[in-house]
T-cell receptor, first 114, second 112 residues
Framework: EAGVTQFPSHSVIEKGQTVTLRCDPISGHDNLYWYRRVMGKEIKFLLH????????ESGMPNNRFLAERTGGTYSTLKVQPAELEDSGVYFCASSQEQGQETQYFGPGTRLLVL | GEDVEQSLFLSVREGDSSVINCTYTDSSSTYLYWYKQEPGAGLQLLTYIFSNMDMKQDQRLTVLLNKKDKHLSLRIADTQTGDSAIYFCAERKWGSQGNLIFGKGTKLSVKP
């Protein structure tokens, strides 16, 4: 069974540009989470989808971030326009049922905004 | 203070035991987790413990939970060079939608 996959693995963009990150959860997992780790800081929760619905987006930093999960399968996280402080590693995780104890994480996308 | 705190670095010799410590602030935490991140890789779930337990053992890994002191530890017996990684402690709070709260991670270096 394939794990959580993320694309791209790395992205280097200039301030003001747009970047779209993609996450493919484990097949059959209704719950999808986005997290972010800024250099030297904790991994912080961004938002949570249950199927195609946003269950909790309390961690989204501002309206430059837009997450979607059309069809309840893969998800995208778009940053527009990107700022320097958006640099970090963006992780996606999925779990089968809400409240299930195990979240499986993808390898992350390393974003660098110059 | 931060919700979850960990020491940033730990260095041990190969074959010794490693103990990575974590403290958390919310007594309503339901599950507590240890994740491992190897260089350039994602987060790998190592183990987790439900808050009504005080110990869990899985091969070389032993998790101890002291709810009174809100202290969690991960002991790795017979530490190997392949155990070198960053170890993240995380908690899931009661009533949360499932999002995890992480510490900053402890970088474990294993010297031959």
């Amino acid at each position: 069974e394939a794990g959580v996959t993320q694309f791209p693995s790395h992205s280097v963009i200039e301030k003001g540009q747009t970047v779209t990150l993609r996450c493919d959860p484990i097949s059959g997992h209704d719950n999808l989470y986005w997290y972010r780790r800024v250099m030297g800081k904790e991994i912080k929760f961004l938002l949570h989808f249950v199927k195609e619905s946003k269950q909790d987006e309390s961690g989204m930093p501002n309206n430059r971030f837009l997450a979607e999960r059309t069809g309840g399968t893969y998800s995208t996280l778009k940053v527009q326009p990107a700022e320097l402080e958006d640099s970090g590693v963006y992780f996606c995780a999925s779990s089968q049922e809400q409240g299930q104890e195990t979240q499986y994480f993808g390898p992350g996308t390393r974003l660098l905004v110059l | 203070g931060e919700d979850v705190e960990q020491s940033l670095f730990l260095s041990v010799r190969e074959g010794d035991s490693s103990v990575i410590n974590c403290t958390y602030t919310d007594s309503s935490s339901t599950y507590l987790y240890w994740y491992k991140q190897e260089p350039g890789a994602g987060l790998q779930l190592l183990t987790y413990i439900f808050s009504n337990m005080d110990m869990k053992q899985d091969q070389r890994l032993t998790v101890l939970l002291n709810k009174k002191d809100k202290h969690l530890s991960l002991r790795i017996a017979d530490t190997q060079t392949g155990d070198s990684a960053i170890y993240f402690c995380a908690e899931r709070k009661w009533g949360s939608q499932g999002n995890l709260i992480f510490g900053k991670g402890t970088k474990l270096s294993v010297k031959p």
